[in-house]
């Protein structure tokens, strides 16, 4: 059974200014991580303890087609892709490509922060489609990781992340086909069988691989947000939960909603109509006690 270290998940949207103002009014602390090599893209980013943080990605022109994960750029589509930590990205690339998986890369990747200096980084993408879609696509930085993510502390973070948020604890991907997705994992990742139910809160049958952070939601029915979604998007993650060490702490800093049970834990989740004023922003995102 292979582990998996999340490196960041991936949040999308139309405009990148009222997204990231409206995390910082949910109580999240946001960094401007400027802009991609491709010319098109501007990240700002959310740095959990752990390192792994939520990515918010956007065109530097609104109305701008992206490059990568265009359809939700455009649609404020929110999740997006995840990705990934690997120390032998090559190895990993070529290992993949021996199961008989689609893989596209190794190819670099950079952006230029604000104060000019320039992060770089090599990726390798799975499976077909969009990086991240279904399987995560996999990153190995080109020298110090510090560069492409700072570290975490009180001055830099503030306390709603230094000390509260200790990382992506869970990756739900929304599927079309729930036994399909969950054979790929278990070729690529060799993970154990699955523990399978209905759940209400996404409309879904849901199946979780115990001891990863992966969860994989199949709508029960044609009329429901996750069916739609999956519809404008295909496979793609529709929510992410955070870790963190103390879920009543995380309420009091954070604009969460009241906490429920989830996957047998206890989940808060983010009240989106903080995360984006405009009401456009179709984004999930929870808050459980790390396990």
Known sequence: MRSLR?????????????????????GLSVHYGGAHANGVTHMA???????????????????QRAPVWPEQ?????????????????????????????????PHHNARRRADGVVAEWEVASFGGGQPGALLPFAIQDDGAREYRVPGVSPDAAGIAICGLLTGVSLVVLGVTDLDAAAALFRRVYDWPALDVHDDDLFGARIAQFSGTPVVLA???????WLAARNDRFGDSPCAYVLGTVDLESASRHLSLTSPTRWLNRRVAWMDHHVLDARQKLDARLGVTVAI
Do not use: K, N
């Open 6 to 26: 999340i490196d960041h998940v991936a949040i999308a949207g139309s405009e990148l200014s009222p997204i990231q103002r409206g995390f910082e009014a949910a």
């Open 45 to 63: 980013m959310c740095v959990c303890d752990d390192g792994s943080y939520v990515e918010l990605i956007a065109p530097l022109v609104p109305g």
């Open 73 to 105: 750029i455009a649609r404020d589509g929110g999740p997006c892709g995840w990705a990934v930590r690997t120390d032998d990205l090559a190895g990993e690339a070529a290992r993949v490509a021996g199961l008989g998986v689609p893989v596209v890369g």
């Open 218 to 224: 199949a709508p029960r029915s044609a009329d429901g």
